[in-house]
């Protein structure tokens, strides 16, 4: 026998119904669709600088195009208010239509756009207003997404229908790695750099139409339909959510003690890892993302693993236990995939000790939020070249206006010296440190068990806090509260770890050093999220 109760609300027991089913699908569908339409233009990156940014150098080209990634990170808080006050004011279903149809339309589009050689300087522009479009639609979609499963969620089910929508952005990377690597096999490099690139953003076009055409037959969130008729919803949402110190106040512990310490974990354990494996430990781009699939494929069952046990035992546990073994292990694993992907390279860092001997006051903190600042002193320039070629070095001070040396055993380069850039690569391989990592020395089944490690951890972040947000803020603003922290803590905290992690390492000396920064974001997410965030999982959501 079923006994029905009102959406997230009451309890019911019995299985899920068919129309959840397909509120689950549709949603989580939509969303997928979404996340690989943002993966495919970072993936792509180097295809995109080529085409888009030609009248530079290929250096600058590359910057230029990051940074356009990096602007679809910047918007996404915007995109947050703009369409999380749209869903409070005009409803759920609709909203997110919008935000994916924008989406998919940014992308699509971004497949048909002609180059430089074509356009002129219209071909970069365009491109950067199609992802400004993206990362505003994005912003707006996940809040949508997760309100809108939660409301339909039993009281009792919420963590586990709302974990598939967390599957999403996994799925959605997944599936971008998995098509780009599959037409590059089919069609080769050369076809591929020259137009295959573009045909995973034309593919956008078919996935938009199939998740329009579904998402259609859906109804309304039935909390918000209750709301709407009985006059109970918010005519100024944004006013309500963040300028009421009593909702205010959620919101920001909600991205201190919960979505920041989340951001970090996952992009540690995700594209870090990606970055780590190929930037610092030097494996070919193609097999570490092959380690990363796999590893992506065995993890990602787990969000659902965890979204289910959060409605067992709580959403708070599970997350704060995903941030105290994060901060905890975070350097052995990486230390360990270095064991296992590059024992050449551990080997040279143990035996072939570098240092660097500068004037203090040359030696910057080299963040690049943007990607195009230039540190240019003798000592800055020694040290991101040596954080580029994986390499650990100790610092030692000199007398003002010395110029910068690096001392590597019994050799010692001049920073500014001309033949510098060609010296110190040569230098570095004579004393043992390789300059790529050796196919036949990757332990594969390690380097992929400590992988999908990280990959766990995301999911125990990653895999209740759908729910938790959901829950935090009342109905009549649930959208516009839950979406702007979410995408603060994603889309800067996450966002910039790359950059953060980079001027870390160069600063210090350490390769494994930048890893300070997710493990110190983890645990003040641990410590504020364990002595004022409230558990939520028994809530009746249907409050105003």
Known sequence: ???????????????????????????????????????????????????????????????????????????????????????????RKYTFLITMTLMGVGTFFIGLLPGYASWGLAAPIVLIALRLVQGLA????????????AEHAPRDRRGYY?????????????????????????????????WGWRIPFLLSGILLLIS???????NESPVFQRMKEEGRTSKRPLTEAFGEWQHAKIAILALLGATAGEAVVWYGGQFYALFFLTQTLKVPGATAQILIVIALALGTPFFV???????????????????????????????????????????????????????????????????????T?????????????????????????????????????????????????????????????????????MTTVLLWILVVYVTLVYAPIAAWLVELFPSRIRYSGM??????????????LPATVFAIVAWTGNIYSGLWYPVAIALMSLVIGLLFLPETKDVDITKT
Not at 169 to 191: P, Y
Not at 328 to 342: E, G, R, S, V
Not at 487 to 495: D, V
């Open 1 to 91: 026998m079923t006994i029905a109760a009102t959406a997230g609300g009451g309890i019911r027991t019995g299985g899920m119904t068919a129309e959840e089913r397909k509120v689950i699908f549709a949603s989580s569908l939509g969303t997928v669709f979404e996340w690989y339409d943002f993966y495919i233009y970072g993936t792509l990156g180097p295809f995109l600088a080529k085409y888009f940014f030609s009248n530079v150098p290929p250096n600058v080209a590359f910057i230029f195009t990051l940074l356009a990634f990096a602007a679809g990170f910047a918007v996404r808080p915007f995109g947050a208010l703009i369409f999380g006050r749209l869903g409070d004011l005009i409803g």
């Open 138 to 149: 994005l912003g707006g979609e996940y809040g949508g997404a997760a309100t809108y499963v």
């Open 162 to 194: 709302t974990s598939w929508i967390q599957t999403t952005a996994t799925l959605g990377l997944f599936l971008a790695l998995l098509l780009i690597l599959g037409i590059r096999n089919v069609q080769g490099e050369e076809v591929f750099g020259d």
């Open 212 to 218: 329009i055409w579904i998402r259609l037959s859906l």
């Open 305 to 375: 693993v965890f979204g289910l046990l959060s409605d067992k035992i709580g959403r708070k546990p599970i997350i704060l236990a995903g941030f105290l073994l994060a901060a905890l292990t975070y350097f052995p694993i990486f230390k360990a995939i270095t064991h296992y992907a590059n024992p050449k390279l551990e080997a040279a860092l143990a035996n072939s000790p570098v240092t660097v001997i500068a004037d203090p006051a040359e030696c910057s903190f080299q963040f690049k939020a943007t990607g195009t600042e230039k540190f």
């Open 377 to 445: 002193t003798g000592c800055d320039i020694a040290t991101s070249a040596l954080v580029n070629l994986s390499v650990n070095y100790t610092t030692q001070s000199a007398p003002a206006g010395t110029p910068a040396q690096v001392k590597i055993g019994d050799t010692t380069l001049t920073a500014t010296s001309a033949d510098f850039a060609k010296a110190l690569p040569a230098a570095i391989k004579a004393h043992g440190y390789p300059p790529s990592a050796d196919l036949n020395d990757i332990n594969y089944v």
């Open 483 to 496: 979406s702007l922290p979410y995408h603060i803590g994603n889309g800067w905290f996450g966002g910039f």
